[in-house]
């Protein structure tokens, strides 16, 4: 009896003729587990060297022996082994119940190494299959099925529209008579919310977008630039938070939304939602993006130094618990913004006394501004720490500012 997944797979004699009644589900193992973010690097760029390989071959293969010919059951049984990626590590998609979806296959995340005419060129099928939440037997997709839901358009797999059956994993898979790759992507499909009023959310992360006070921008809706919809026949409705508007300062220009002023209470949720038809039913897929209403870009940027103030004194006891408070204003611009102390010209880390630490924190936040504290302490502070010079500095993307910390020797009572 066969146990591995490719010995199964190699046995079945069915991976390259989906649509042939003799082809049975097959059994794979159980979910692979999550790969930290430099092993999915690492992954990645092996995929690329492996379909690149894969690609070689298959055109070394053309050039002897001229054109590949179409695949046969009889054919399939020279592949042993297949390739297995696993799961991808991007994570899974996920898509409301009853709304569009497509899946690329993560095989072609590197387009500009191979691409679906590359594959094409090369002999190599594209297929597709389904495992079930809950289950584990890989099972062809049929194309051809009469509610004409799935369809495969070059590397993407449609689902047009989504039932809660539809979870799960699907494996694409490339494929000749002698050479094989594959990888699952999954799929989540969020059940349809009962609130009949309001229903402000969608299975795609908000697209998070920054506009400044008083000025302007266009919101598109996130990848309805990026796919190629069945027909060229769609519309987008806009709706903040939930509810449809039309103003002066938001108007409709084609599927783009223009934002010419922004106020504070534009700030929020906007949906779009995409419609088309395809194959004579009305589809649909929503998206969301994040409006966050930040300062004029018009106003001061520089960071200031609000602590220690100008002529401020710090009182400082010998054998005691020492904090120098440092508040800093830093304007919202794109880019890090940070807080640190220096003593005699090095920072807390390399310094590494463990007598002293410090602490930050946001105090203060008005449409990205931020007023931060920074708390340096020192204990058990000697004669030799009130001769150095304490420095507190303040940086975002326009500029640095530093200014000096007095000390002052409490007198003995």
Known sequence: ???????????????????????????????????????????????????????????????????????????????????????????????????????????????????????????????WYHVVAGQDMEQPIDFHHPDQRLSKEREKLWLQPTTTQDTGQYICMLRNRTLCAKIAVRL???????????????????????????????????????????????????????????????VFKGDKLVIHVMLEHYQGLYQCVVTYETKGRAIKFTRVVNVTAVSSSGLPKKPNILNPAKEQLYPVKQGSEVNLTCRVSLPYLEGPRETWWTIDGKTVEQLADPRISFTSRVVLEYFGDWTVENVLRIQDFSSEDLTREYNCSGRNGRDVATRRAVLEEESEE
Request: include cysteine; charged fraction near 15%; aromatic fraction near 6%.
């Open 188 to 250: 989540e499909v969020v059940p349809s919310g009962q609130d009949p009023n309001c229903e402000v959310k969608a299975a795609v992360p908000p697209t998070q977008v920054i506009v400044p006070l008083q000025e302007g921008r266009i919101l598109t809706c996130p990848d309805l630039e990026d796919i190629k919809l069945p027909n060229t026949s769609h519309s987008v409705t806009w709706y903040h938070e939930c509810n449809a508007f039309r103003n002066i300062d938001r």
């Open 1 to 127: 009896m066969l146990t591995s997944r490719r010995k199964r797979t190699a046995a079945a004699g069915c991976l390259l003729t989906l649509r042939h009644p003799l082809c049975p589900a097959r059994r794979v193992s159980a979910p692979v587990a999550v790969f930290s973010a430099t092993q999915r690097t690492g992954g990645l760029v092996e995929m690329a060297i492996f379909i690149i390989a894969l690609l070689s071959l298959s055109v070394a293969m053309v050039g002897v022996g001229g054109a590949t010919t179409a695949t046969t059951p009889s054919s399939v049984h020279s592949v042993f082994q297949c390739h297995d990626w696993g799961e991808s590590g991007v994570g899974a998609v996920r898509v409301m119940e009853g709304e569009a979806c497509w899946l690329p296959c993560p095989l072609f995340s590197h387009p500009t190494v191979y691409n679906y005419s590359s594959i094409q060129a090369a002999g190599l099928n594209l297929v």
